[in-house]
């Protein structure tokens, strides 16, 4: 009965936990300068810079401050990423 109630509590509980703090992990990882971020207080930021563990952000024109990677809650928009470009074909050429 215990381990099936310890079962239950890792599928309702833990295991969510853990694929939320993974997901969270991989979005801070991933900022880059030009997007548009929440911070766990609300306060909302385009990142101007990136750091090993900080990350500044411009909260108003010539405002900038620093937070910890961790405190940023979510992405809101992100930069335009500079993508690899499609060969021209003959096809999209003639069109």
Do not use: C, H
């Not at 500044?56 to 024109?61: N, S």
């Not at 010539?62 to 993508?83: C, F, L, M």
Request: proline share 6%; hydrophobic share 40%; glycine share 8%.
């Amino acid at each position: 009965m215990i381990a099936l109630l310890f079962g239950v509590m890792y599928f309702m509980m833990i295991r969510p936990q853990q694929k939320r703090r993974k997901q969270a992990e991989a979005m801070q990882s991933t900022l880059s300068p030009g997007d548009e971020v929440v911070t766990i207080g609300g306060l909302y930021g385009t990142v101007t810079g990136v750091d090993d563990d900080t990350v500044l952000l411009e909260v108003a024109p010539g405002v900038q401050t620093r937070y910890a990677r961790p405190a940023i809650a979510r992405v809101v928009n992100q930069a335009e990423r500079a993508e690899p470009a499609e060969p021209v074909t003959e096809d999209a050429v003639k069109e």
